[in-house]
């Protein structure tokens, strides 16, 4: 909006009285200095104040009678609304009884079936908590105990991690063959690990990233030396197709992995 | 705010005294009408949707916690039953073509009144040529003197579009009745 028509649209509170008295100096300083605002100003006045305008109110054309009479009227309305809330509410009973009358049987027959149905689902509600109790129940284990397994986990994450990313790094270009000892002895012991943590009581996302790791390290650890290229490959190809490099990542920031773990031990007999 | 006396009326409306309530209309009747009229241009219809109104406020008094006065929360209710109104109006094909209205007004007005009744069928149909927000601002800042804030709690609008629309419906209103009566001249 424009400077101009922002003003003007201050005009009817102007004349009116409506402003504050900032913002009456302001509009006073605009007009002084704008010849086009003073005549719209004095253009909008002659209008507001022309008889022509005049707020004339129509109740003032309406006779005292009638306004003694509309007070009673609205209270005759209410009283009539009031009637009508309670000879709905009586209908419904009415309508009710009756439906009890003619339809005996099958008011008891359908009160029966919803009988029923109360008690199965009462009896659904009081079983079902017993069952949740007994979940609950079951792996009794503390914080202290929790905490290991969480850093068993991250431990098993980081290594298989380090491993992985070893075997995408494998130079596979030489013909000649590779040696991949020290990978199926940390995979045999990884596998060994994800035995152990699949039996405990992990989150749905990290037991199923710990069984698709642990079978990449099955394939590792059963490797033959004379075929290692081909299923190297394959095995490349599976961590690649599975994203398994970076759901470790996801999975490990939620472990909390110690940083200053020392993971390089994992190739134990060290490649030399 | 509301005055002390007003919030003990409503109080006492809350407790059931229907006397209370009878005060309290016979306060707001006069604006309530008006505004009902200022939308409607017809006298029974304004006397309708006045009378609903207060009977509405009687049906939700007990949920009325005094946040916005009370002449607010009427006026909002005499405003929404209006524009409804209007509504139902256009749904039927009622155009307001027929304007001025004369049956309830020529009745109950003064004969000497010729004045009146010469302008301000022009003026009902200048107002009603206006779009619905702009009809509503003139309508109630303009026709029933209530101040910018008011109206913008009314319609639930900030002052600054209640200002502009003011503004705007004000400049139509002067261009259409100087059309309106160019025609009937």
Request: with cysteine; glycine share 4%.
């Amino acid at each position: 909006m424009s400077a101009h028509k922002q003003i003007q649209s201050q005009f009817y509170d102007y004349i009116q009285g409506g402003l504050k008295s900032d913002e009456h100096s302001i509009i006073d300083t605009h007009l002084a200095s704008c010849t086009m605002c003073r005549c719209k100003l004095e253009e909008l006045k002659r209008f507001i104040e022309s008889p022509v305008f005049s707020p004339e109110l129509p109740s003032d054309k309406l006779p005292p009678e009638y306004w003694n009479n509309f007070a009673l009227e609205v209270e005759q309305k209410i009283r009539t609304y009031e009637i009508e809330k309670r000879e709905y509410s009586l209908s419904l009973w009415d309508w009710l009884n009756s439906l009890f009358i003619f339809h005996k049987r099958q008011i008891i027959a359908v009160s029966s079936a919803l009988t029923i149905v109360c008690m199965a689902i009462t009896g659904w509600l009081l079983y079902v908590p017993t069952l949740v109790d007994e979940k609950i129940a079951l792996p009794e284990i503390s914080s202290s105990q929790f905490m290991e397994i969480d850093q068993k986990v991250g431990e098993y994450l980081h290594k298989s991690k380090t491993l992985l990313v070893g075997i995408s790094n494998l130079d596979l270009e030489e013909k000649s063959p590779i040696d991949v000892t020290a990978e199926k002895k940390a995979s045999r012991n990884l596998v060994q690990e994800a035995r152990y943590l699949k039996n405990q009581p992990l989150d749905i996302r990290s037991a199923r990233l710990i069984g698709d790791l642990e079978r990449i390290q099955i394939e590792l650890a059963t490797i033959k030396d004379d075929a290692a290229i081909p299923r190297i490959e394959m095995l490349r190809e599976g961590i690649h197709r599975g994203n398994l490099l970076f759901k470790i990542r996801m999975a490990e920031s939620m472990y909390e992995m110690p940083r200053l773990m020392n993971v390089n031990n994992i190739y134990s007999g060290d490649r030399k | 705010m509301m005055a002390a006396d007003e919030q003990q009326l409503i109080l006492r409306v809350k407790e059931g005294d229907h006397e209370a309530y009878r005060v309290l209309v016979g306060r707001h009747m006069k604006h309530a009408y008006n505004i009902a009229y200022g939308f409607l241009i017809d006298h029974d219809d304004a006397e309708d949707i006045a009378q609903e109104s207060f009977v509405r406020i009687y049906e939700s008094i007990q949920s009325f916690r005094g946040e916005a006065s009370f002449n607010t929360w009427l006026y909002r209710i005499v405003t929404n039953l209006s524009l409804n109104k209007l509504r139902q109006r256009k749904n039927t094909n009622h155009r307001i073509t027929n304007l001025p209205h004369q049956s309830a007004m020529n009745i109950i007005s003064p004969p000497d009144d010729t004045s009146y009744q010469d302008v301000k069928p022009i003026i009902e149909r200048a107002l009603h040529a206006l779009p619905t927000l702009q009809r509503a601002v003139v309508i109630l800042r303009h026709l029933n003197g209530l101040s910018t804030k008011q109206v913008s709690e009314i319609l639930r609008c900030s002052e600054g579009t209640i200002k502009t629309h003011l503004h705007r419906g004000m400049k139509k209103m002067k261009t259409q009745l100087t059309e309106i009566k160019d025609e009937v001249i």
